[in-house]
């Protein structure tokens, strides 16, 4: 369910992150800054779930430094990667029908 506004209890929740992690990130990455509410309680909008999931993403899953990710949000994304030429497409190709082939011989 889509709202407004998350709780930082209900970020940690959805994103698997201890609240402790969500305020080092803050310090750590600038494009991160969620308000607080009257009460001085954090409030975190859609687009900074997204960030907070794009961060995780990038700091567990492809493995980047904390330095790198902020490089890339600095950046915006990540630069392109560079075209594959025909000979290199060709051989991916022939070694996924040969995985492919395999796979279904199992």
């Known amino acids: 369910m889509k709202k ?3 709780s930082m209890g209900e970020v940690s929740k959805l994103t698997g992150l201890e609240p402790h992690v969500l305020r080092n990130w803050e310090k750590t990455y600038a494009e991160l800054h969620p308000k607080k ?3 001085g309680n954090r409030v975190y909008k ?3 779930l997204a960030l907070i ?3 995780k993403e990038l700091l567990q899953d492809k493995k980047y430094s904390s330095e790198g ?3 890339i949000l ?3 994304e ?3 990667a560079p075209e594959l030429s025909a000979t290199a497409r060709k051989d991916l190709n ?3 029908v040969f995985l492919n082939d395999l796979l279904e011989r199992l």
């Open 53 to 55: 999931f794009r961060i």
């Open 4 to 6: 407004l506004y998350y």
């Open 78 to 80: 990540k630069k392109q």
């Open 69 to 71: 990710v902020q490089e």
């Open 94 to 96: 022939e070694i996924k």
């Open 74 to 76: 600095s950046n915006g």
């Open 37 to 39: 509410n009257s009460a």
């Open 46 to 48: 859609e687009q900074e």
